[in-house]
């Protein structure tokens, strides 16, 4: 009985030395991988600060015109670093239709805008989404973040969104991100798709402010949205393929050129056209060491000429 008393504890001795052998390699295991994703996490932050001090040069060089050299928009670059590579890219965070264009003020007085409302129904036919439930977007957009909780004719306030599985509220205020975008009445997973790469949230309420120097033929649907329809989109391509090598130099100009006859902008939407760039979308991917990550930012130039984050996160856009 002394012996097997004793065979026993043994046994249930090396058990609990193997549970703790192993909880504690469990321990490093997780503290190696996290010191892993910090460091990978601080690389990314020192590229982020990097592209501010280009960002804030780039600035200095022309506060009127934003310079096309050195070649900036859309660039990859990258750094070998320890263990890992580090790719960065910085491009025009305002070639973009912005959301909250849809409504005009700020703070709690919200109300919409019927030009924002029309150049969003405008970039929707651009991609190919049925105008009639373009509309109804934009009015379900408009009422999201507006003040009031008087529902325009295709629209919803609180009400369209109190009976779903999980009820929720209208915002009231500017969006954030555009993702939120996705929790609007109409939206569904492919509209977003599809107006996904030409939208934005800017932080204010300004119809797009659009810079037709860093527009690639591929947003040529940008142009479609400011003509809202009276462009086709071969001639809006064509409006893109006509920019001078060092760029357009005077915004009468580009209004001026062949492609963009057929338009007749009104005042507020003539002023959209600008040649400086005021936000930049920032992306950084690092490996590093096995970890993996990434940040996004929006970046803007103040009015004292220093950059700043809008926004940022440690996911990719979504």
Not at 108 to 136: C, F, H, K, N, S
Not at 266 to 283: E, G, K, M, N, P
Not at 288 to 301: C, D, E, K, N, S
């Amino acid at each position: 009985m002394a012996l097997l008393t004793v065979l026993l504890m043994v046994a249930v001795m090396a058990a609990i030395a193997v549970l703790v052998l192993d909880d504690v390699r469990f321990s490093v295991r997780r503290a190696t991988n996290a010191a892993t994703l910090g460091q990978a996490q601080w690389y990314a932050l020192g590229a982020e600060a990097l592209a501010r001090r280009q960002i804030a040069r780039l600035n200095r060089a022309d506060p009127v015109r934003t310079p096309l050299s050195p070649d900036w928009n859309g660039r990859l670059l990258a750094f070998p670093i320890e263990e890992g590579e580090l790719r960065a890219v910085v491009t025009d965070g305002q070639a973009c239709f912005n959301l909250n264009s849809v409504v005009q003020g700020a703070g709690e007085a919200l109300t919409a805008r019927p030009r924002g409302a029309l150049q969003l129904v405008a970039l929707g036919r651009a991609v190919g989404i049925d105008e009639g439930r373009m509309r109804g977007i934009a009015d379900a957009l408009t009422d999201w973040i507006d003040s009031d909780q008087s529902p325009l004719p295709r629209g919803g306030e609180d009400g369209a969104y109190a009976g779903r599985t999980v009820p929720y509220r209208t915002a009231g205020t500017l969006l954030a991100e555009v993702s939120e975008l996705r929790a609007v009445k109409g939206v569904d997973a492919d509209a977003y798709r599809r107006l996904r790469p030409y939208l934005c949230a800017l932080p204010y309420s300004v119809l797009s402010p659009i810079n037709p120097n860093t527009l690639r033929p591929e947003q040529a649907p940008l142009l479609v949205m400011l003509a809202e329809g009276s462009l086709s989109a071969q001639a809006a391509r064509s409006a893109i393929a006509a920019r001078p090598a060092d760029g357009w130099t005077d915004v009468g100009a580009f209004w001026n050129q062949p492609a963009m006859s057929s338009v007749e902008p009104a005042s507020d939407v003539y002023d959209q056209i600008t040649l400086r760039t005021q936000f930049f979308a920032l992306r950084v991917d690092v490996d590093y060491g096995g970890a993996r990550a990434v940040r996004t930012t929006l970046l803007q130039i103040t009015s004292d000429g220093s950059v700043r984050p809008v926004i940022s996160r440690w996911t990719p856009d979504e």
